[in-house]
């Protein structure tokens, strides 16, 4: 099984996601679909659930899924209120280009930071891997 994720949107309304991840040997599924007043989900580490209608997957380009209920798109875990607002920053870009951001705190699986510009595109995000090192994903520009 290879890893990756397709989402389906049909114009800014989210569909259908068919994720799957290798966590180090570790074979995780979550897929997701849109019905009339639900998400269904179903994830080989949670099991299957109805989620809200308004629940979007994790996928962080959508910024979109900080204002709502949404679900991991490894675990399938179902995150209410696990958004914290964070001061805003400056961070740099891949290139070394400053981007202001506004910076937002998720708490889940792990507790990482995720960061948007000011026309709120995902700039990067970072956390704290299990061996306790620092990953950062920065805007490729």
């Known amino acids: ?3 990756g994720s397709t989402e389906i949107w049909n114009s800014s309304t989210f569909g259908s996601v068919d994720a799957r ?3 180090d040997g570790k074979r995780l599924i979550v897929k997701a679909q849109r019905l ?3 998400v269904t989900v179903e994830s080989s580490d949670n099991g299957n659930y109805e989620a809200p209608a308004n ?3 994790s996928t962080h ?3 979109r899924m900080l204002d709502g209920p949404f679900f991991n798109t ?3 875990d179902l995150l209410i209120n696990a958004v914290k607002p964070l001061s805003a ?3 740099e870009s891949a290139s070394g280009r400053k981007i202001n951001v506004r910076r937002f705190e998720i708490n889940g699986p792990i507790t990482l930071e995720t960061w948007y510009d000011d026309q709120q595109r995902w700039a990067g995000l970072q956390f704290k891997a299990r061996d306790g090192s620092q990953i950062i994903y920065k ?3």
């Open 36 to 38: 009339a007043n639900t």
């Open 89 to 91: 920053a400056t961070i």
């Open 61 to 63: 380009w959508n910024r």
């Open 55 to 57: 629940a979007l997957p």
């Open 1 to 3: 099984m290879g890893a």
């Open 21 to 23: 991840t290798n966590d």
């Open 139 to 141: 805007l490729q520009d």
């Open 74 to 76: 490894q675990t399938g």
